[in-house]
């Protein structure tokens, strides 16, 4: 069934092919929460063969995996083409001659994060920074997710909860009733999910991260540059008109302060395993009777 608040995926993909020049110079609060997910890493020690990169974008959290577990292979996984082309540009100097080295290891695959284009059991770490909001079937994903992850493994994430963008969502409602902003999942509702898909035991927390802009403007030249355009089924066809868009304007001039106004994201991080099977359980349970050690 599909509702007003789904995403066009068909146009959700051609955002993103168009955003993949731009992004990494309006990407900023995205390359600082995939700083902070890696510093979570620090605490799990832990080091995977073949990692997936989901929603890998133009490779800054792939590089930084890459550079992390150098002896690992990764699978940079995108929606958008030009995403691993702008990944895999022409690099100059003595940093060519590393990259060649190391980009050995990463495979670039187009896919859905929804149908994931995978086998079964084949990935040792699952790795996405802010792709997750992109769904239209969490529940979907994260199954998806489950299937190709091996038994013991782990997968870590970054997404958006339902109060990012909370400023503009209010704005638009004062003005119309279409959908302007996407939807986005609470984090407990996603721990939720992650046990329906058959993970253990999830850990999930989040943050309040507050960017200031110069005008309205500003805000929306830097969403349309990471390919954060409405795609929902639900969004108003054609442009605002001058009057509506003055409106906008006025009403979140009301929330400047210091000179600048605020656009708010609700950053929500989260991290579980998947379980060992039950015949990988009973092997370590024979062999810690027996006292046979690995």
Known sequence: MIYEHSLDKRLLRRSFEKAAETYDHAAVLQREICDRMLSRLDFIKYLPDFILDMGSGTGYGTQKLRERYDRSTIIALDIALNMHLQAYRPISGWRKWISLVKRHSIDYVTGDIEQLPLQKESVNMIWSNLALQWCNDLKQSMTECHRVLKPGRLIMFSTFGPDTLSELRKTFKAVDSYQHINRFIDMHDIGDILVHAGFAEPVMDMEYITLTYQDV??????????????????????????????????????????????????????????????LALLKATTKQKLGISE
Do not use: C, F
């Open 217 to 278: 403007a500003s805000i929306m030249r830097d969403l349309k540059a990471i390919g954060a355009h409405n795609v929902m089924i639900g969004r108003k066809k054609g442009l605002m008109g001058k009057r509506a868009w003055q409106q906008i304007i006025d009403r979140y001039e009301l929330l400047r302060q210091s000179g600048k106004l605020p656009a708010t994201y609700e950053v929500v991080y989260g991290h579980a395993w998947k379980p060992e099977s039950k």
